[in-house]
């Protein structure tokens, strides 16, 4: 199973616009994907907004990223390089 590990890079974490941005992202992609931090129970479903602001995520925080299928790692891949960069600096 395709595995990434990030590092949040908004400012603000994963919340608000940011999660939104995450959440919508996961959900165009092609396989189901989980992300968790170290503290989670369990992963929670990227495409879940309130699964994923319930991690709590703050700037700096590690988050990994599960996803298993076809098209698995260009999904990861996509979402690592989203979770990495600074959302709320985003536009749009």
């Given at each position: 199973?395709?595995?990434r590990t990030v590092v949040v890079g908004s400012t603000s974490?994963?919340?608000?616009?940011?999660?939104?941005?995450?959440?919508?992202?996961?959900?165009?992609?092609?396989?189901?994907?989980?992300?968790?931090?170290?503290?989670?129970?369990?992963?929670?479903?990227?495409?879940?907004?309130?699964?994923?602001?319930?991690?709590?995520?703050?700037?700096?925080?590690?988050?990994?990223?599960?996803?298993?299928?076809?098209?698995?790692?260009?999904?990861?891949?996509?979402?690592?390089?989203?979770?990495?960069?600074?959302?709320?600096?985003?536009?749009?």
């Open positions: 199973m395709p595995i974490g994963l919340h608000a616009r940011p999660a939104a941005l995450f959440v919508a992202a996961a959900a165009k992609q092609p396989v189901p994907v989980t992300i968790s931090t170290e503290g989670a129970k369990k992963p929670v479903p990227a495409r879940s907004m309130l699964g994923v602001l319930s991690l709590g995520a703050k700037q700096g925080t590690e988050v990994t990223l599960e996803a298993n299928g076809d098209g698995a790692d260009a999904a990861l891949d996509e979402l690592a390089a989203l979770l990495a960069s600074n959302l709320d600096a985003t536009d749009g």
